[in-house]
């Protein structure tokens, strides 16, 4: 028989689901049993799987303990996790793979160090475990993109378990990407807005079954969304190199043809006024960021309950 929820579970654990029949039962036979032992919630998303999946899922609901939503048909990663942060009712949500990779004894430890510091987010650090050597690659590559147009201080941006103040991760959903870049972008968004971000190390086993669904398009992806967020964020970060490179670039062509006494180079022109328009719209895009962050958090206001307004 299931343990009984306390009055007021503290975390719920959010399962993506794409395609997973084969490894699935596995994961739900510790998963459940522990998350009940512990009063947690558990939010089961089925984003649209097209194999066995949903039956599975289905055999194993259980309100308010668990719960399953199926969407009709598949939306991405990020939209399944969206989708389960919504679903979530309690101070702290946290979100696992559904391959299995994932130690459940882990979350343990992410909302014990969430509850001793107060911080707003818990990223489970890999390490150098997450992958072989091609998806460890692309992950520096990605950390180092992200490095030279946001701050950051988290190594492993796109890890799986991730540990969020709800209400906090629930603000920011409108803003984040249905894809596999959601992971990244998420914990881009609560750095750039200076909540408190933690990194704890969690292990990682070998999947039993099926296979991964990251290939080299997610990645590039994934870069295309950390530029997009560096726009909402901080557009200066990316016009104002490209206004200065510009603007260099023309002094240096046009100064030695004007010593020279050859006149204007029209090239020389051309690249200093395109390094204006660059500054120019730069400051535009500041302005219109300022402008949407303000209705963000106008439309989503905040009230987690721990003294921290976003």
Sequence with gaps: MMDRLPE?????????????????????ADLVPFCAAQGWKLVL???????????????HENPPQVRVVRHKLNRGYGGAV????????????????????????????????????DADLVV??????????YRSLGKRLIRAFAGLLLPIHVSDLNSGCKLYATRLAQKYLPICPDSMAFSDVITLTFIKK?????EHPITIKKRLAGRSTITTFT???????IINIAMLFNPLR????????????????GIPIMLRGRGVSVGAMLAIVTGLLFFFIGLI???????????LDLNNPVSSGKGDEA
């Design 238 to 253: 990316i016009f104002l190199p490209i206004s200065a490179l510009c603007f260099t670039f023309g002094l240096g062509w």
């Design 194 to 198: 200076r909540h408190l971000v933690l």
């Design 124 to 133: 489970g650090n890999r390490g150098k475990q997450a992958g072989g050597f």
């Design 8 to 28: 007021k579970s503290l975390l719920t654990a959010i399962v993506p689901v794409y395609n997973e029949a084969e490894s699935l039962p596995s994961l739900l």
């Design 82 to 117: 969206k989708t389960g942060l919504l679903q979530a009712d309690t101070p702290y949500a946290v979100t696992i793979d559904a391959d299995g990779q994932h130690n459940i004894g882990d979350v343990q430890a992410l909302l014990d160090l969430a509850l001793e510091t």
């Design 219 to 225: 990645a590039f992806q994934t870069i295309l969304e």
């Design 285 to 295: 895009a500041e302005q219109l960021s300022a402008t949407r962050m303000a209705m």
């Design 45 to 59: 998303v089925d984003d649209g799987s097209t194999d066995a999946s949903a039956g599975i899922l289905k055999a």
